[in-house]
């Protein structure tokens, strides 16, 4: 892949044009790597407080009735978005695993797979653990390699 830059003044805006021969599944991630910049950034509530915090500190994300969470390694937040526009807010390095789970894929320690078919992933430095379903695991282990 190249990439060039070229300085226009009589332009407004940023302008991005890719040229390929054929499309494949890195540009998916290019565009929602580009429509990423301009989001806010996501805020994350707990009692009558406001946190901003990291993506990159949140471990996972999962359904608790009518509520989403953010877990960190020593806490949990509620977030107000529903666990489909999370998915479509969060970066590449997040991933769904489950159908009330979406989890940071850099922060896994250890993807254990069991024999049943269900497999649960472990955090480092927290006790906290995440199980991962039959019909997501296979995506979850291309995620890895993607983004390690």
Do not use: W
């Not at 009692?47 to 009518?66: A, H, K, P, Q, R």
């Not at 953010?70 to 937040?77: C, L, S």
């Amino acid at each position: 892949m190249k990439i060039r830059i070229e300085l226009d003044d009589s332009l407004d805006d940023i302008e991005v044009v890719i040229r390929a021969r054929h499309l494949g599944p890195e540009f998916e991630a290019i565009q929602k790597t580009l429509s990423q910049l301009n989001r806010p950034s996501l805020i994350f509530y707990k009692g009558s407080s406001e946190y901003f915090l990291s993506l990159s500190d949140v471990l996972f994300f999962e359904t608790d009735g009518t509520k989403i969470f953010a877990h960190t390694g020593e806490e949990a937040y509620e977030v107000k978005l529903k666990l489909y526009e999370l998915e479509e807010y969060l970066p590449i390095y997040f991933c769904r695993v489950a159908k009330s789970t979406i989890i940071n894929v850099r922060a896994i320690y250890s993807l254990d797979k069991s024999f049943s078919g269900t497999s649960s992933v472990r955090f480092a430095n927290t006790y906290k653990e995440v199980h991962v379903s039959r019909h997501y695991y296979h995506l979850l282990k291309e995620r890895i390699q993607e983004v390690r």
